[in-house]
C-alpha cells in the first residue's frame, strides 16, 4: 500500500467535527416485524425500526404504509423481478425514512432510500437517492438478515415452489 499513512482521530473538516457526537454513539434499537403488505404486485415484508422506545402498535398505519410505498415502487412488469422484497420505516433520531429494496434477477437487490415527513395532510415521501447514502448501520443490520434470508430460503432451494414463502416467513424481531 506504499507510504500512505493510516491517520486516525476524530472525523473532523477543516478542523472542526463533522458529525455531532450523538451520530457517533451507538445504542441498539428496536425493530418490528409488520406484517406482510402487497403493493403493486410485490409481496414485501416490512419493519418498523425506533431511535427511541416504540409506540405499541405500528407508528404508520397500514393503508398509509401501502400509499407511500405505492408512490415510489413501479408495477412488477419485469421478468427478472421477483416481486418480493422489504421495506423498513426508520424513526431516526434525525428525520424519518423509508427503505425500499426487492430481489432481482436471482442474486441482486434493487434498493432505494427515502426521507418521510409527517403533516397536517398526513405522510409525505422524498426520494434521497441523489444523496448517494445507502443506509444507516442499524438498518444495514435489517439488510443483511434479508441478505442471509434470501440466500437460506430463496436461493439455497434454487427458488423451488415455496422457497419464496419461506423467505417471506422469515422475519427480524428485537434489537440491532
Given at each position: 500500500?506504499?507510504?500512505?499513512?493510516?491517520?486516525?482521530?476524530?472525523?473532523?473538516?477543516?478542523?472542526?467535527?463533522?458529525?455531532?457526537?450523538?451520530?457517533?454513539?451507538?445504542?441498539?434499537?428496536?425493530?418490528?416485524?409488520?406484517?406482510?403488505i402487497?403493493?403493486?404486485?410485490?409481496?414485501?415484508?416490512?419493519?418498523?425500526?425506533?431511535?427511541?422506545?416504540?409506540?405499541?402498535?405500528?407508528?404508520?398505519?397500514?393503508?398509509?404504509?401501502?400509499?407511500?410505498?405505492?408512490?415510489?415502487?413501479?408495477?412488477?412488469?419485469?421478468?427478472?423481478?421477483?416481486?418480493?422484497?422489504?421495506?423498513?420505516?426508520?424513526?431516526?433520531?434525525?428525520?424519518?425514512?423509508?427503505?425500499?429494496?426487492?430481489?432481482?434477477?436471482?442474486?441482486?437487490?434493487?434498493?432505494?432510500?427515502?426521507e418521510?415527513?409527517?403533516?397536517?395532510?398526513g405522510?409525505?415521501?422524498?426520494?434521497?437517492?441523489?444523496?448517494?447514502?445507502?443506509?444507516?448501520?442499524?438498518e444495514?443490520?435489517?439488510?443483511?438478515?434479508?441478505?442471509?434470508?434470501?440466500?437460506?430460503?430463496?436461493?439455497?432451494?434454487?427458488?423451488?415452489?415455496?422457497?419464496?414463502?419461506?423467505y417471506l416467513?422469515?422475519?427480524?424481531?428485537?434489537?440491532?
Amino acid at each position: 500500500m506504499g507510504n500512505a499513512e493510516l491517520r486516525t482521530g476524530p472525523l473532523e473538516v477543516n478542523g472542526a467535527s463533522a458529525v455531532s457526537t450523538d451520530a457517533l454513539r451507538y445504542a441498539p434499537r428496536a425493530v418490528k416485524p409488520r406484517p406482510l403488505i402487497l403493493v403493486n404486485g410485490y409481496h414485501l415484508k416490512a419493519y418498523e425500526l425506533y431511535y427511541q422506545a416504540p409506540v405499541s402498535g405500528f407508528r404508520l398505519d397500514e393503508p398509509e404504509l401501502r400509499r407511500l410505498v405505492g408512490q415510489c415502487l413501479p408495477a412488477a412488469e419485469d421478468p427478472l423481478e421477483h416481486r418480493a422484497g422489504f421495506v423498513i420505516t426508520h424513526f431516526a433520531r434525525d428525520g424519518s425514512y423509508l427503505l425500499l429494496s426487492r430481489w432481482y434477477g436471482g442474486n441482486m437487490l434493487k434498493h432505494a432510500l427515502f426521507e418521510i415527513t409527517e403533516s397536517g395532510g398526513g405522510w409525505q415521501i422524498k426520494s434521497l437517492g441523489s444523496t448517494g447514502i445507502v443506509a444507516c448501520v442499524w438498518e444495514l443490520q435489517i439488510i443483511a438478515f434479508e441478505r442471509q434470508a434470501w440466500v437460506s430460503k430463496a436461493m439455497t432451494h434454487d427458488g423451488r415452489e415455496g422457497s419464496l414463502r419461506q423467505y417471506l416467513n422469515t422475519v427480524l424481531e428485537g434489537s440491532v
